[in-house]
């Protein structure tokens, strides 16, 4: 089996986050609720943006913008549901 780095996974990658991420699933890991991204609870506009899932209030998703680059901490999922193109 050959070990390759993450570059590898480019293509892959590249093709699950071009779409809208709001149709994606989340798995909470709070509470195991699975809903769409979209319906999240949105919290914070000035430092950054905290979703929280609407059936437990806990965080799963943060969000902060940079002047050159975009932080997503997606912790509180346990699992995310990716719809490909043209699915």
């Known amino acids: 089996m050959n070990r390759?780095?993450?570059?590898a996974m480019a293509g892959d990658l590249r093709e699950i986050f071009a779409f809208d991420v709001t149709?994606?699933?989340y798995t909470c890991a709070g509470?195991?609720?699975?809903e769409a991204?979209?319906?999240?609870?949105?919290?914070?506009?000035e430092m950054g943006r905290v979703a929280r899932c609407p059936h437990c209030d806990d965080v799963v998703?943060?969000?902060v913008r940079?002047?050159?680059r975009v932080f997503l901490d997606v912790r509180?999922?346990?699992?995310l549901e990716l719809p490909l193109a043209g699915s």
């Open 66 to 68: 940079a002047t050159d």
């Open 23 to 25: 149709a994606a699933e």
């Open 61 to 63: 998703l943060r969000l």
């Open 4 to 7: 390759l780095d993450g570059n």
């Open 31 to 34: 509470c195991g609720a699975a």
């Open 37 to 45: 991204i979209g319906a999240l609870m949105l919290w914070g506009q």
């Open 76 to 79: 509180g999922a346990v699992r």
